[in-house]
């Protein structure tokens, strides 16, 4: 008889495989025509294979529903995710960009997001009944900080300009650390404020700080003595930024200090100078990593969500959570962005990009991990129940409403920009024709030498899309009289095609630029020379 083992283990891995691979197999046409985001899509896919769905991917079963275990759970699964993540994206930022653009995370970090908790914690009090303003100040807390994880995913080059990105991925990164301040109010005014000064910014931030610096340096000073002397092999080099994020994570966290907020600064030391980014930036596996971590944990979010508790429990009912997610969606952050718009160079010049930074702040796998830090920071005597009861279904509800709003609206946005943008540079540009002339009303048509021999014929400067002025005076035929052509195809990502035409000592070349995708990197582009795929006709024929 055939043993069968369906197993948790076994009906997790055929989830998140079957989804990476079948997803994966229509993935750029899901971004491209149907304009949903990696994370809208596994969160999607989460519900319907979770314990509302088909129940075969139910991680309350793994913990034999223990809410505390599953609470654990996760906490750890939220934590390693952003943390390689966050020092991923410290590695992706230009060089010295943290220092160089420090007055706009600085206005982005302190005045912009204490204006965003505030407003959070305005609207929660607002929308859920029964709850005192300093417990709707720690739930405002754990949607505060942007993403790292949405904003990675779904803030892609190709619909934010590169300095827009920057900026958001930079802010990202850093508040994400610095989300831990804004769950302290829990106490007393008096015993706050000490914590503060003392536990949260000189041993949680200051001390995350310096030593984040600190391995940062010693790791870029190692790679770069090893790489030198040949002493790192490729994959072990690509490798290095994941295992310095297990280092950071469990050193870090075993002295309690801010072990995301390291991971960002580690990945922002080790790249200081550019080292390290442009090395590694010529193979993908950062973002196949990314991508691995954003099936997986959106997967997760969406088997956890509590769908039973979005009903009449603790009187949260389904319409208060609408009217929350609509109102924190837009009032948030976004007029924040506005006002401080001249203060924040990279969006000062553009209100489009102040628009965008300032609609743009996901609430995702960072609000799942504020929300384990939240249980473990609100007292269990008893006198918080209902804050501790409400904590969840509200900021799985704001993720839940997040990942869709932005997941959907930022790609659909950009590309429909992009489309009108495309659509006047075309109606106002000039083509090179490379199609042959008219032939005038009752001409005769060209004829095809069947006595030609089979030896290639050099194209003339009309076949390579060469206007008129660029062609040699003629005899009277309208074919120059000896002339010798260089035709050299780029098969680069670029698509760039160079054509020049010599005509005794002058030489004019042109070159055109087609509407392909561009290549982030410069490093991309590939040299003719070294090609053997290029197509390059011979520069010695001659056309008598």
């Not at 959570?321 to 109102?327: A, C, D, N, Q, S």
């Not at 718009?341 to 965008?356: C, G, Q, R, T």
């Amino acid at each position: 008889m055939v043993h069968l083992d369906i197993s948790e283990t076994s009906q997790v891995l055929s989830v998140i495989g079957g989804y990476i691979c079948i997803v994966g197999l229509v993935s750029f046409f899901l971004k491209e025509k149907m304009f949903m985001s990696e994370p809208l899509v596994a969160l999607l896919i989460g519900v319907a294979f979770g314990p509302i769905g088909a129940d075969i991917f139910n991680p309350f079963r793994w913990v034999g529903y223990d809410q505390h275990q599953l609470e654990s759970l996760s906490f750890q699964v939220s934590r390693i995710v952003i943390a390689i993540q966050v020092l991923f994206t410290g590695i992706s930022l230009p060089k010295a960009y943290c220092w160089r653009h420090r007055l706009s995370l600085f206005v982005l970090l302190i005045p912009v997001m204490t204006c965003a908790w505030f407003v959070s914690a305005l609207l929660v009090w607002a929308f859920i009944p029964n709850l005192t303003f300093l417990e709707a100040l720690v739930v405002g807390s754990c949607v505060t900080p942007t993403d790292p994880v949405l904003a990675n995913s779904i803030c892609k080059e190709k619909y934010v300009p590169l300095e827009v990105r920057n900026i958001i991925l930079a802010e990202a990164g850093a508040n994400d650390g610095l989300g831990f301040p804004f769950l302290n109010p829990v106490s007393s005014l008096g015993e706050a404020i000490g914590q503060w000064f003392y536990n949260v910014l000189l041993y949680q931030i200051l001390l995350s700080v310096l030593i984040g610096a600190v391995i940062g340096y010693i790791a870029r000073r190692c790679l770069k003595y090893c790489e030198g002397r040949n002493l790192i092999d490729r994959e072990s080099f690509l490798a290095f930024g994941v295992a310095l994020t297990f280092f950071t994570v469990g050193w870090v966290g075993i002295i309690g200090s801010d072990d995301i907020l390291c991971c960002f600064v580690v990945g922002n030391s080790l790249t200081w100078d550019d080292w390290f980014r442009i090395r590694s930036e010529e193979d993908s596996f950062q973002e196949v990593i990314d991508m691995l971590l954003n099936s997986a944990v959106f997967l997760y979010i969406g088997a956890v969500i509590p769908w039973n508790e979005f009903g009449n429990y603790w009187d949260i009912t389904p319409w208060r959570l609408v009217l929350l997610g609509i109102t924190v969606m837009l009032a948030r952050r976004l007029p924040w962005v506005l006002l401080a718009m001249k203060f924040i160079p990279p969006i000062s010049s553009s209100w489009k990009d102040a628009l965008f930074t300032g609609y743009f702040g996901p609430i995702g796998v960072g609000a799942v991990f504020y929300i384990e830090v939240a249980h473990h920071a609100i007292p269990d005597d008893g006198t918080r129940e209902r804050l501790r009861a409400v904590v969840a279904p509200v900021v799985y509800f704001m993720v839940l409403t997040s990942v869709i709003v932005h997941g959907i609206t930022i790609p659909i946005g950009k590309s429909m920009q992009h489309t009108l943008t495309l659509t006047r540079s075309k109606s106002g540009a000039q083509f090179i024709s490379r199609l042959p002339p008219p032939v005038p009303f009752g001409g005769a048509l060209p004829t095809h030498d069947t006595n030609a021999t089979s030896e290639p014929k050099e194209a003339s400067a009309r076949d390579v899309g060469v206007h008129d002025d660029a062609t040699a005076p003629n005899s009277g035929t309208g074919t120059p009289a000896a002339f010798s052509r260089t035709n050299t195809l780029s098969m680069s990502r670029t698509n760039t095609m160079t054509q020049g035409v010599h005509w005794g000592e002058n030489t004019v070349g042109h070159s055109v630029q087609s509407s392909g995708r561009t290549s982030p990197s410069n490093n991309d582009s590939t040299s003719h020379s070294s090609n053997p795929n290029l197509v390059q006709p011979s520069t010695h024929a001659m056309v008598q």
